[in-house]
């Protein structure tokens, strides 16, 4: 089995910071591409930013320039680097990562998600 759990979200006021991080643990032989989505109330949940294995790095429009992903594949973790605040950032935040527990076997897990509340 394979867990994912996020930490770092908490309130912050806008223009602030916050970093997120992502651990990823269990019968995992190898990640492709991880990922940040989110959720604010009465909405879908959306893609944030997405980083593959090799380094590549994709992000929606409403955090480029703000948010920076980033990866750790010896430690199978995943981060999100906040920067520049705003209140329609709150929302959940979801990891996602498509593992591989063998070379022919993969499938996609979420986090548990983590708050994250922009307000003055």
């Known amino acids: 089995q394979v867990q994912l759990v996020e930490s770092g979200g908490g309130l912050v006021q806008p223009g602030g910071s916050l970093r997120l991080s992502c651990a990823a643990s269990?019968?995992?032989?190898?990640?492709?591409?991880m990922a940040w989505y989110r959720q604010a109330p009465g909405k879908q949940r959306e893609l944030v930013a997405v980083?593959?294995?090799?380094?590549?790095?994709n992000y929606a429009d409403f955090v480029k320039g703000r948010f920076t992903i980033s990866r750790d594949n010896a430690k199978n973790t995943v981060h999100l680097q906040m920067n520049s605040l705003k209140p329609d950032d709150t929302a959940v935040y979801y990891c996602n990562a498509d593992v591989r527990i063998t070379l022919l076997s993969r499938r996609a897990y979420w986090g548990q998600g983590t708050q994250v509340t922009v307000s003055s």
């Open positions: 269990g019968s995992i032989f190898s990640i492709d591409v």
């Open positions: 980083i593959t294995s090799g380094g590549s790095t």
